[in-house]
């Protein structure tokens, strides 16, 4: 996916702090910018301040310290019902003593829009989520899945150019989920809005979102395209986050021509690419994605470095292999393989050699 | 498949109606059985008292039967006269024939020692003829025809229409007429219900005095609970736990000690007076009369009422998200909108359940204006007790009692016609 619109800044947190309760922060130091029509992730796990960020944003939290811009206006003294922001609470929040078709009214009516205009763009909005048939109904009579279409629709109605949602998505089930997923990144190109979300789900991230910001600790880790943050961590701790990661530790040896040669701590040599490592005698965290493992010889570069390991369990898992290896000490090396019909698979017992190319295998801080 | 036509049955073929039936039965009985020690409980300690009071209101022998304290006989009295009333139209003069029935049934009165009875119940609708019946008892054997002049001699008194008219309606046991009275209504010679006469007229205007004051007693906890119940809902645990116990200290405090303390503080003498002067807001000599009156009543019932008020409330607020408050600003209403239209709604059936048991609680309640109500500020129950303890006329009473239970019973009905019981939302 790439970016969408034109890249003026639209929401942006200029060093950003916030704290509760005066002793810890929560929010260290954030500065984010994002262009107009993005589609921006949050993920990170739990408590690392995404939803505080959200609500400082929307208005309902304070930031202790820095300033958040929206549309290049400084937003820090206006209050939430004045920004003009479209929200999705993760509980959704729809109004229980209001049916659904008044819960969509409630934004007209305080903009004081007309009757009729305001029956039209209840209808459009509802018809937009295929929940047209429901605006008699109250939110207890609808599904968890329907509930959270009549929230979007609710927080869309009244044509926000920006939609915060935090984790919407949470309560339902695997398949719904995906269904969602699918209708609210489709909604947001059409529309043409900016969306911040949250989530701590990081295929929910991967697959929606323009960019996905990856928090730990009240920072962000990295900020990149889904590709770019799953080929190319910034870190071990994005390495370790997003996706499924094997790591071997070792020390820098040294870097040369793009290529750090670490020794692994069983003594074995491997060529890296060096990202946050610069010279010898670094500690270093190697991160490989199981699926760039390669242990058939003839597929590996001629000159690649190997490595010896056990095969310790074979898992068959219908569209892939996944296959456990112990390698320089670490039991837990994983391996994916495809089910193709020349695939090899490998007996729990079996000495093989692995190697990779050295641009997939990176070596992140210790 | 099966064909849709035919029942359903079990797999070795009984129909699966009655299989389902039997195998519920069972469950059903035990429950039964669970409730049953409530159920009995609930019979004795309150349907039965209040069935008893509703047939007391309607039913009064003591101008009909005598029932010996020793040895438990029951014997009817003032037959006479009941069989002349039966034979006579309401309205009609009492002739000699009435007098001797009268005179015969003094007779019986006087051995069976019981004209206090009878004088006691035609006293509760015309005061002083309780003595007029003992009087005439005592002489009655040596009463000569014509009777009529024979009484009359003794009391002219005993001419009078109303007196007769009091005796008509007495000599049957069912009577409705103690309900005329608890709505200062009675009959008056002719047998037609009229307003008794305005110096006696006191339970209409209590009736409403208690509405009234019990509705605003109702309305100030309702003002003054909102914002505390909300504060207890919203604060972080620690300090909505002290403003709990602060809400329910009083709940701790006998209510008399609580009763007497706003005695204290209240009377012309009393603290807020005191402070008042002291501040030189109000002068020695005008202090302000907040004791003895309805003040006095409407401050202390509000203050000893204010938890029922809090705690239905608190119990609803504690269960509205604060979420909804969020997503209404968000979608773009000010703060005061919002409470208005999302916050304010969802409290509502904290308020009718917090409203009904304080109205319900107000209507009846006793010790507080009994203690600082005054002449004023009393409400119906003083007039209750008032009956039940010194004048005796249980009757009444229970007739009073019952057109309380009544208002409130139908005040229960509008508001479930309102707002709907479902929606009562006690804890
Ligand atoms: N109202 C508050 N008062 C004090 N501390 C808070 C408050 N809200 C959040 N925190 C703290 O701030 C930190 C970040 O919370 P936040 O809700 O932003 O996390 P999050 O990233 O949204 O987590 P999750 O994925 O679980 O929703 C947490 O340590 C939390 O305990
Ligand atoms: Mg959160």
Not at chain 1, 284 to 307: C, Q
Request: contains cysteine; charged residues 20%.
């Amino acid at each position: 996916m790439t970016t969408r619109a034109s890249n003026d800044a639209f929401v942006e947190f200029e060093r950003v702090q916030k704290s509760y309760d005066g002793e810890t922060l929560v929010v260290k130091d954030l500065n984010l910018t994002m262009p107009k029509g993005q589609f921006l992730t949050m993920l990170g796990p739990s408590g690392s301040g995404k939803t505080t960020c959200l609500m400082m944003l929307a208005g309902f939290e304070t930031a202790t310290h820095g300033e958040i811009k929206l549309d290049g206006r400084p937003i820090n003294n206006i209050p939430p019902h004045k920004r003009g922001i479209g929200m999705v609470f993760q509980n959704y929040a729809l109004f229980p003593h209001m049916t659904i078709a008044e819960n969509l009214a409630f934004p007209l009516e305080v903009r004081k829009i007309g009757k009729s205009d305001r029956e039209e763009k209840i209808k459009r909005a509802l018809d937009m989520v295929e929940m047209g048939r429901f605006g008699g109904r109250r939110p207890a009579q609808l599904s968890g899945g329907q509930q959270q279409r009549v929230a979007l629709a609710r927080a869309l109605v009244f044509e926000p150019e920006l939609v915060l949602m935090d984790e919407p998505l949470g309560a339902l089930d695997k398949q719904l989920r995906e269904k969602m997923q699918f209708e609210i990144t489709r909604l947001a190109h059409d529309l043409g809005i900016t969306v911040v979300y949250v989530t701590h789900d990081q295929t929910e991230a991967l697959t929606m979102s323009d960019r996905v910001a990856v928090f730990n600790d009240g920072v962000i880790q990295q900020l990149a395209p889904p590709d770019e943050l799953y080929e190319q961590p910034a870190n071990s701790f994005v390495a370790q986050f997003i996706g499924e990661n094997n790591t071997l530790e070792g020390e820098v040896m040294e870097v040369r021509d793009g290529i750090a040669v670490v020794r692994l701590d069983d003594g074995e040599l491997i060529d890296c690419k060096p990202v946050n490592v610069s010279k010898p005698g670094e500690r270093t965290r190697v991160s490989i994605r199981p699926e760039r493992v390669e242990f058939n010889k003839s597929r590996l570069k001629p000159g690649a470095h190997t490595l010896k390991a056990e095969v310790m369990e074979f898992i068959y898992m219908g569209d892939i292999f996944r296959t456990r290896l112990k390698v320089a000490g670490n039991d837990e090396f994983i391996i994916k393989t495809r089910n193709a019909p020349d695939q090899v698979r490998l007996e729990p017992g079996a000495q093989i050699e692995i190697g990779w190319l050295p641009e997939d295998c990176r070596a992140l801080d210790a | 498949m099966t064909d849709i036509a035919q029942p359903l049955t079990t797999a070795d073929g009984k129909p699966l109606k009655g299989a389902l039936m039997r195998a519920q039965a069972r469950a059903r009985r035990r429950a039964f059985l669970l409730v049953l020690p409530l159920l009995a409980f609930i019979l004795i300690t309150f349907v039965f008292p209040i069935g008893q009071m509703l047939y007391k209101s309607v039913y009064n022998e003591g101008f009909t039967w005598q029932e010996d304290v020793t040895t438990g006989d029951r014997t009817p009295i003032m037959t006479n006269l009941a069989a002349w009333f039966d034979a006579n139209p309401p309205g009609t003069e009492p002739n000699e024939e009435a007098y001797a029935a009268l005179a015969a049934d003094l007779v019986v009165l006087r051995e069976l020692k019981a004209p206090g009875q009878a004088g006691t119940r035609i006293n509760y609708e015309l005061s002083g003829s309780r003595s007029m019946f003992t009087k005439a008892a005592r002489s009655a054997n040596k009463l000569e025809p014509p009777y009529k002049e024979a009484l009359l001699d003794l009391d002219k008194d005993w001419g009078n229409p109303d007196l007769w008219q009091a005796m008509r309606g007495a000599s049957s046991s069912y009577t409705l007429n103690f309900y005329l009275a608890a709505i200062d209504r009675e009959r008056d010679a002719d047998g037609s219900i009229v307003m008794v006469p305005e110096n006696r007229q006191v339970y209409v205007k209590l009736f409403t005095r208690t509405l009234t004051l019990s509705l605003l007693i109702t309305f100030l906890t309702f003002v003054l609970a909102y914002p505390i119940a909300h504060l207890l809902a919203t604060l972080p645990l620690r300090h909505s736990n002290l403003l709990m116990i602060l809400v329910l200290l009083p709940f701790w405090t006998s209510l008399l000690v609580r009763t007497t303390s706003w005695m204290v503080l209240l009377q012309s003498q009393g603290v807020v007076n005191d402070a008042l002067v002291g501040m030189g807001l109000l002068g020695d000599d005008n202090r302000l009369q907040m004791m003895y009156n309805r003040t006095g009543t409407v401050i202390a019932m509000t203050h000893i009422l204010l938890p029922f008020m809090v705690l239905p409330l608190y119990s609803v607020m504690r269960m509205i998200n604060p979420s909804y408050v969020r997503a209404a600003r968000s979608l773009g209403a000010t703060s005061w909108t919002a409470f208005r239209r999302i916050y304010f709604p969802q409290t509502v059936p904290g308020i009718g359940a917090g409203a009904l048991l304080v109205f319900i609680l107000a209507v009846g309640y006793y010790i507080t204006p009994a203690l600082v109500g005054g002449a004023d500020g009393q409400l119906i129950s003083n007039l209750i007790a008032f009956h039940m303890q010194k004048s005796l006329n249980w009757s009444l009473a229970a007739a009073l009692a019952a057109l309380l239970l009544g208002g409130v019973l139908l005040l229960y009905w509008l508001y479930d016609k309102l707002v709907g019981i479902d929606n009562l939302k006690l804890g």
